[in-house]
Structures are given as C-alpha cells and as structure tokens.
C-alpha cells in the first residue's frame, strides 16, 4: 500500500458545504493522484500533482480544487458539496518504478 | 481524445474456466499499461506492461500488450471463486482507467 492514508474515510455532508479530504503518503514519491470511483465509470482522474504545488487537472475535474504544500500531503477540496458529487474517492501515489499504489479510499456522502 | 475501453463489462463463469478479460486504448505518449484487480476495497496492482508480446505471469494469471494494435489482454485459468472482483486497466501516460469488468466465478 505504500504507506498511503486518507481521512477521513467516510464522510456525509450537506449540499453547499466545503470539504477537504486528505491524501498522506509516507514515500517520498512525486506523482500524486485524486480519483473518484462512480458504478459504470471505473475510476475517473479529478487532478494529480508532480510535485509541490505542481498541479493539473483531470478529465473530471469541475468542482474540485487541490492543493499540495508539502511532498507527503495532497488535498481535495469541494468548495461547494453537491449531490452529484457523491462517490468514492482514491489518493494514489506512482513510486520511481512506474507503479500506481492506492489509499483505502473515503466514501464521500453528499445529502 | 485519450480512451481506454475494457470488454466485456461483466462476465460470469464457473470454476475451473478460464477467462480472457480485453483493454483497448487510444492515448497520446503511450508509456505502459497496467492491470489491477478491485475487490471490495482499493485496486491492487497485477501487472504492469511495456513491450509487445512479452507475456508477464503470475501463477494462473497472466497479460500481454499488443502496441501495434493498441489493446492488452488478461488471461485467468483454471479460475477459482476467490478471483471474483472488478478488473481495471490503466494507461500509464494520465493514468486513464477504463471502466473495469466485473468477473463473477461461480461454484
């Protein structure tokens, strides 16, 4: 697992509300990723960082701010919760080697 | 646009058959697929693929990449009810997944 955690790991909140979910990794690596996991969608990139406040955007990445201070610590934002937005979401870092490892995953409640 | 597209959706069979799971791809500056298995929690990494008809295997399963026409396949033998969970693909360039195929193995 690569010593990748996320918090909080469940979560329900209200429409319009902010949330920050917390991406921490404990490996050095560089490549860090944001995904949500939707039925019938797989997993979908929302943002990914190569490097302290280096970002891009994903293919879905439309309400969603991150931001990395630090090497270990990636955060994903909603500014404003919406329903849709209900999901599963992974943290995922890629070590030097080109392998992707994954957090445990938050499952994000939006009501 | 970058896609990757995972065939068959679902698939159902029983124990002891063996299965052929597809991952075609599109995308610009290719640089390695990678399968992953999906039970209940967060994938795990299977297989990662660079070069063309070099078979990786890892006891009853195993993968292939075809470069040439752009798709890799995922071979479980003899398959049991503990390989039932959700397979992905990704592309290895933005980490685009494909949508998974859900294998269910029955008794």
């Known amino acids: 697992d690569a010593g990748i955690t996320q918090s909080p790991r469940h979560k329900v909140t209200e429409t319009g509300t902010p949330v920050t979910l917390r991406c921490h990794q404990t490996e050095n690596h560089r490549y860090m990723y944001w995904y949500r996991q939707d039925p019938g969608h797989g997993l979908r990139l929302i943002h990914y960082s190569y490097g302290v406040k280096d970002t891009d955007k994903g293919e879905v990445s439309d309400g969603y701010s991150v931001s990395r201070s630090k090497t270990e610590d990636f955060l994903l934002t909603l500014e404003s919760a919406t329903s849709s937005q209900t999901s599963v979401y992974f943290c995922a870092t890629t070590g030097f080697e080109g392998l992707q490892y994954f957090g445990p995953g938050t499952r994000l409640t939006v009501t | 646009e970058d896609k990757v597209v995972q065939s068959p959706l679902s698939l159902v069979v029983h124990e002891g058959d063996t299965v052929t799971l597809n991952c075609s791809y599109e995308?610009?500056?290719?640089?390695?697929l990678l399968w992953y298995k999906q039970e209940k929690k967060a994938p795990t990494f299977l297989f990662m693929l660079t070069s063309s008809g070099i078979e990786k295997k890892s006891g009853r399963l195993s993968s292939i990449l075809d470069k040439k026409e752009l798709f890799s396949i995922l071979n479980i033998t003899a398959t049991q009810t503990g390989d039932s969970a959700v397979y992905l693909c990704a592309v290895n360039n933005d980490m685009r997944f494909g949508a998974g195929t859900r294998l269910t193995v029955k008794p």
């Open positions: 995308v610009t500056n290719f640089r390695s």
